[in-house]
């Protein structure tokens, strides 16, 4: 028997400042690592995004007309203190009230992002960023100021976005030119300042600002192992553990689980901190987690003199000799970029979440990317989109059947964004940006056939 969706489930849909507004270069804002990564990213004009800064009352208006509940986005921490702290820029400021006076008046509920990927620039070049523990502070001021700027507007907070990611990236971390491995040591240093940091605002808000939500978004997925043997099942195991249980299991229950601290010692990466952190982070623990769930992996023992694994794709290393290989699930269909399509991943992953932290859940980001051609007249045919959609909404009914507290669902992303590796050739939106990687002057929003499906699908209040 599947359970209805509670009337006030949040159907919503997801963006990020640095994917979707450009305008990096107005309105006084600084600039974020992002500026200076050296990858393929910089090619795909992040500065331009998809001209959210100038249209945000358009794309507000389609999501009024689709029916959405909740939009969640980012913050850009350097439209606000564009060198990271000191003097905040009034455009800035001015500029988020206007998105979330929209918002509210359409009643759209705004969730809102902290941090997502876009770190000040000035703030590594000053004194290394998250390496150094001076950032606890800055994120906390820079929190503290979003609190109570918009606090009286915004019930639900996200600190950080993706933290398990960002760990594994370092230029997102703006060290650049070195790997995860060669970096590992300043990672997870990192890594504990970002806790830290959000059990701070955790703390704050609980204290200061009652009424108010907060949680982190976690990019989770479920591992499979890749034959019954068990060095494939502790494989399977130990990934799901170094990529995010590790994580949850810190910034929840302020413990670093043995395995783990064993990992970072066997690679002299053990970060420095004091005791009393620990005690600091177990107390101020989040109100619920954001769950950003795309796809499932599934993971065969790699012995130390191994051959490379097979598959790379997303950023979680795709092999580390002596542990873990991820490999190809011959079960599961998957993306152009060879994400699997697995519905009952989301479904099992919101399973493991409640039962290891008893914490509500929301779905932040879920959603299916494809090359498509826009054009001007014919809304795109997506219906492979709206089967991963419908599929994904399925399995979150099912969890929530089984007594799962699950209050909210974001489709990634509501219109086309960048996309943080393929530009604008990945497209993942509901509404269709009429852009090509290049060309930067038309930017029209198309709705495309799976926005008509959600706008319907929101009506009903069910799949
Ligand atoms: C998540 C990020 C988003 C978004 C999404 C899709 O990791 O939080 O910002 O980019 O993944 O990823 P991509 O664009 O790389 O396909």
Redesign the pocket.
Known sequence: QIAPFPQDFLWGA?S?SF?AEGAWHEGGKGDSVISHTETEAQTTAFDEGVDFYHQYHTDIGLMKEAGLKAFRFSIAWTRIFPQGVGKPNPEGVAFYHHVIDELSAASIEPIVTMY??DYPQHLVDKYGGWLSRRSINDFVTYAKFLLDEYGDKVHYWITI??QD?ITKMPYRLGILGKTYSESMREEYQANHHMVVASAKVFNLIHTKYPGTEVGP?L?YQVYYPATHSPEDTEAAMDLSLLTQDYLLELQCSGRYDPVFRHYLESHNAWPDFPDSDLDYIKANSPDFIGV?Y?SSDTVAYMPANGDDGEIGG??VPSYERGIYQKVRNKELPTTQ?G?TIDPRGLKLSLRKLYYEYHLPMIVT?N?F?EEEEVSPNKPIDDTKRIAYLGDHIRAVQEAISLGIPVFGYCI??FTD??????GMN?R?GIVAVNRTNFDLKAMNRLPKKSFYWYQQLIKKGAY
């Open positions: 997801s990020s994917q997502h990927f976005n993706e990611h978004a990019s950003n795309y997303k950023p970029w994400w980001e959603g990317s990634w992303s964004v960048i996309s943080g590796h393929s990945k993942y």
